[in-house]
């Protein structure tokens, strides 16, 4: 580091020192340098499907544009979308929310950062169900609130239990935070187990829970979606978080929502108001068409997803050393790899699923994310998020490169 780059890193807040990068973000970034030196980079490390947002939606904000759509709009959405989101909400899960529980932001990832800051201050806990989702931990934080992890192992599935909920819970707890399908490892929470732990938290009034559903669409349980707002008991302490990135492949529109207790709801709107206000008002009209016109391109990716899910658990488990379980929803497959630590090729020496990482992007020319960024550092996590022939030379490739290990 030299004398300005020091004299300019003591400027920084602690804050954003203190900050971690996202590890996806870095590891594309990675994929991308090198794919500009002109390797062949196989990428599995973004949440991101390769399928293009369908017509219909696209043709939607284009007569949006059109029609003069390009103004700021209300800090919470437009009253249209969030009757969408309402209609959608008795639709797919029966539930009932009025519009001014509902508050649209610029993506999933400001809900959670909306529900933090208004929820969360110094010396507050917040149970974070690990494997988590990457960012949960740093937007935690940031809030001044400290995360308690509560792990869920390969052999339970990677799903944390009611009992293990209960037995993290202090007087400091003040939020719980989990995402079913789960980002990084695909598991779905069954209905049992979610009445476990509303059962555990219904004695704990000064929890909210927050269900990031984000991956709602993308099941193959071959039942519906169940939200833990489902049950009466606790659904006046539930904030489900969704947004159209994943269901509707609309990573770039920038669009999530949170439905909320009405208290809760009215706080993310002060917040969001001082920091972005409105998400963009086209991407916001194309949602509604999303939302209310037929599902069948969301069904066809999910297919998809699902045959993509086999051949890659299947191609995935027959190299060495790698554990896989089945994962039943999102498009994530999070193997434990350590058996691989402490081996090397002579030139590399793997300690950690950071290491080989770096090992099979550098070798391997594939790009995945280390476990250790959602909380399981025996893991690595791979998106499906490709077509089949990508699937199977990225396996491919991984196996040659690890069996050099030794």
Not at 44 to 51: I, R, T
Not at 105 to 116: D, E, F, R, T, W
Not at 156 to 173: E, R, W
Not at 190 to 206: F, G, M, N, S, Y
């Amino acid at each position: 580091m030299n004398s300005n780059t020091a004299m300019n890193h003591q400027r920084l807040s602690d804050r954003i020192i203190n900050m971690g990068e996202s590890a996806t973000l870095k590891m594309a970034q990675l994929a991308r340098e090198l794919t500009a030196q002109g390797h062949k980079i196989i990428s599995l490390s973004l949440g991101e499907p390769d399928f293009d947002t369908p017509e219909h939606i696209k043709k939607a904000a284009s007569k949006a544009l059109e029609d003069g759509y390009t103004k700021y709009t209300p800090v919470a959405g437009l009253l249209e979308l969030r009757q969408a989101i309402c209609t959608k909400f008795e639709r797919d899960n029966k539930l009932k929310y009025t519009a001014t529980q509902i508050v649209v932001s610029n993506g999933a990832k400001q809900c959670i950062a909306n529900l933090s800051m208004s929820l969360l201050q110094e010396g507050d806990e917040a149970i974070v169900l690990s494997p988590y989702w990457v960012s949960y931990k740093e937007i935690i934080e940031l809030s001044g609130a400290v995360p308690v992890f509560v792990k869920g192992s390969i052999e339970q599935d990677f799903k944390a239990t009611a009992a293990q909920v209960s037995s993290a819970i202090t007087a400091n707890t003040r939020m719980l935070i989990f995402s079913s399908p789960c980002n990084p490892t695909g598991s779905v929470f069954t209905r049992e187990e979610l009445k476990a732990i509303a059962d555990v938290l219904v004695d704990h009034p000064q929890i909210t829970i927050v269900s990031d559903e984000i991956y709602e669409y993308i099941n193959f349980t071959g039942e519906p979606h169940i939200s833990i707002a489902e049950f009466d008991f606790i659904k006046d302490r539930v904030v489900i978080v969704n947004g159209f990135s994943k269901g509707f492949a609309m990573t770039g529109w920038r669009l999530g929502y949170i439905a909320a207790p009405q208290w809760i709801a009215d706080a993310c709107v002060k917040m969001q108001g001082q920091f972005t206000s409105g998400a963009a008002s086209f991407s916001q009209k194309a949602a509604v068409t999303a939302l209310l016109a037929d599902l069948t391109p969301s069904f066809k990716m999910t297919e998809e997803f699902h045959k993509r899910r086999d051949l890659f658990v299947k191609l995935l488990s027959e190299i060495p050393g790698f554990k896989v379980n089945n994962p039943t929803g999102a498009f994530y497959v999070f193997p434990d790899v350590s058996y691989y630590y402490g081996k090397a090729d002579g030139s590399h020496k793997i300690n950690n699923a950071d290491d080989l990482c770096d090992y099979l992007l550098y070798t391997g020319h594939v790009a995945l994310v280390s476990g250790d960024a959602f909380g399981a550092p025996e893991c690595v996590r791979l998106s499906y998020s490709l077509g089949q022939e990508d699937l199977r030379e990225a396996v491919k490739r991984i196996r040659e490169a690890v069996l050099k290990l030794s």
